[in-house]
Nanobody, 123 residues
Framework: VQLQASGGGLVKAGESLRLDCTAS????????MGWYRQTPEKQRELVAL??????????TYADSVKGRFTISSDNRKNTMNLQMRSLTPEDTGVYYC???????????????WGQGTLVTVSS
């Protein structure tokens, strides 16, 4: 399984940006989709994730992005995106998408990571 992330770039504070992530390969079921970000000053931190169970998709957000970021997914296409609004310089970092994927019946879920996409927010 491979994940391809895209959509990073340079924006000004207050602007918006959307990140996309697409999985390819042998995929039976995706249990979780999410985004982490990495900055030189901080450890890799969870930004947002969406978990799938019998109740449907359940999103979770870091406190720092609640109300500004929205994670959504299309499981039929094995894609997800992160809509980021009201960006601040503190949102600057390399964003990594990940998915927990079951490739076949009876397999354990395995975590796959995208290559990272840089988001830079200028003040």
């Amino acid at each position: 399984v491979q994940l391809q992330a895209s959509g990073g770039g340079l924006v000004k504070a207050g602007e918006s940006l959307r990140l996309d992530c697409t999985a390819s390969g042998r995929i039976l079921y995706i249990g979780v989709m999410g985004w982490y970000r990495q900055t030189p000053e901080k450890q890799r931190e969870l930004v947002a994730l969406v978990a799938f169970d019998n109740r449907g998709p359940t999103p979770t957000y870091a406190d720092s992005v609640k109300g500004r970021f929205t994670i959504s997914s299309d499981n039929r296409k094995n894609t997800m995106n992160l809509q980021m609004r009201s960006l601040t310089p503190e949102d600057t970092g390399v964003y990594y998408c990940y998915m927990e994927i079951q490739s076949d019946y009876g397999d354990d879920y395995a975590t796959s990571w995208g290559q990272g996409t840089l988001v830079t927010v200028s003040s």
